[in-house]
């Protein structure tokens, strides 16, 4: 079981009142909060190591590349991949552009495909509209079960001549859904169609070997592992190494420079050109060694268990509609979106923030999907590991006075 009070000592920051309220803090699927260890590390390094990596021979300038390289290698374990498979950007979105750019533009014909779903955080659908838009292609959108996953069975009449990319999200920042992707692989992959998948939501829930599920690209951030800002990962099979296009052209991704041309390191190195963000990408190796330690598993199970509650809790509260109520094992991810009748989300969410509590409201970068379930926004409450039961059941509680405030008035 997770020692959720002794998690809760790494977290200063959680044990502080806001609005004469103890904070609960549901916000987590916009960014999580971060540990001491994380914020340590990222200070050690400043006191004690930095200077540029790969260029300098001094000791510093070696410290700080070996610890970058280590922190390489430790997100490779972690995904069960290949270190050299390990590509260091600035977060989700900047890895995606990437992959937009560098991978999927140079294969683009006009005339062909890209698929997405109505579930993608824009992140995930503003580069492939705008690559559609500079090659010709056509943006399609999956068909959708349902429960909001892909319809395996109507993906079938897809023209495969045309379709050559699906760039899909692992779990919804909306729904919490998770997306079959071992299956959509297995038809991709027989028809040479890429899949590369947003994996923002579901990497700091779920034990993941990126290996096997065997897609050709996956994205996640550090900030929504307990990480810094300003770090993410594009995990990109070796077998695209070659065709993949650097992005990012200057110092640190060349091997050569000569007057009018250049040559260029491996990868990952040459996509990775200018300074990249070498204390964040350290003190992300920490957030992981954060997740192994207390177990993705045990992680997971906690809150699966808080997510069953809030669920079951929100039904019981009139007036609730919950926006998605698939199985657990599709949706265990500590997301829940819901609206309360007659209160607008905005309106709510400034209701449960003067009682301590932190959930967002809005359209969540998703307008698609809102438009798909007919709202203009929702409220989303999002746990993490050091969520506890207590801080669920005065949640639930929060939302039946917030219902009864609007209905009667202060
Ligand atoms: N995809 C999903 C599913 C997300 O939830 C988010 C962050 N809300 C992103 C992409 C974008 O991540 P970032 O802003 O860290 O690039």
């Not at 330690?293 to 268990?305: D, Y």
């Not at 003067?354 to 359209?363: N, T």
């Not at 307008?367 to 039961?389: D, G």
């Amino acid at each position: 079981m997770l020692n959720v009070e002794q998690i809760r000592q790494d977290f200063p920051i959680l044990d502080q009142e806001v609005q004469g309220e103890p904070l609960i803090y549901f916000d987590n699927a916009a960014t999580t909060q971060k540990p001491n260890q994380v914020v340590q590390q990222l200070v050690d390094y400043y006191q004690k190591d930095n200077a540029n990596i790969h260029r300098g021979v001094h000791t510093l300038a070696q410290r700080a590349t070996e610890q970058y390289e280590a922190s390489r290698q430790i997100l490779a374990d972690f995904i069960g991949v290949q270190s050299n498979e390990i590509i260091f950007t600035s977060g989700t979105t900047a890895g995606i552009n990437f992959l937009a750019r560098s991978l999927v533009q140079p294969r683009l014909q006009p005339g062909d495909q890209i698929m997405v779903t109505r579930l993608e955080h824009h992140s995930n659908l503003v580069p492939w509209q705008e690559l559609a838009r500079r090659s010709q292609a056509e943006l399609v959108f999956a068909p959708m079960t349902a429960t909001y996953q892909v319809d395996l069975a109507a993906l079938q009449v897809m023209d495969t001549n045309k379709l050559k990319v699906i760039a899909i999200q692992h779990v919804s920042n909306v729904l919490g859904i998770q997306q079959p992707l071992e299956a959509i692989v297995a038809w991709a992959h027989q028809h040479d169609i890429l899949v590369l998948v947003d994996g923002a939501q579901a990497i700091a829930h779920q034990t993941l070997s990126v290996k096997e599920l065997d897609v050709d690209a996956y994205c996640f951030s550090g900030h929504k592992m307990y990480g810094p800002t300003g770090i993410g990962v594009c995990y990109l099979a070796e077998r695209w190494h070659e065709d993949a296009q650097p992005f990012n052209f200057g110092g640190e991704m060349i091997h050569q420079v000569f007057d009018t041309y250049s040559n260029y390191k491996e990868a990952p190195w040459k996509f990775e050109g200018g300074t990249p963000p070498i204390a964040q990408a350290i003190a992300l190796a920490e957030s992981v060694k954060y997740l192994q330690n207390h177990g993705l598993m045990v992680i997971r199970q906690h809150e699966e268990a808080l997510t069953r509650v809030l669920i079951q809790g929100l039904q019981q509260v009139e007036g609730v509609t919950l926006m998605a109520e698939g199985p657990l094992d599709q949706m265990g991810h500590g997301i829940v979106s819901y609206n309360i009748d007659g209160v607008h989300p905005h309106d709510a969410a400034t209701a449960y923030d003067l009682e301590g509590i932190a959930i967002r409201a809005g359209h969540h970068c998703a307008q698609p999907l809102m438009r798909l379930l007919q709202v203009p926004a929702t409220l989303r409450a999002s746990l993490a590991m050091y969520n506890t039961m207590a801080e669920v059941e005065s949640f639930i509680e929060t939302t039946r006075k917030v219902k009864e405030y609007f209905q009667y008035g202060a």
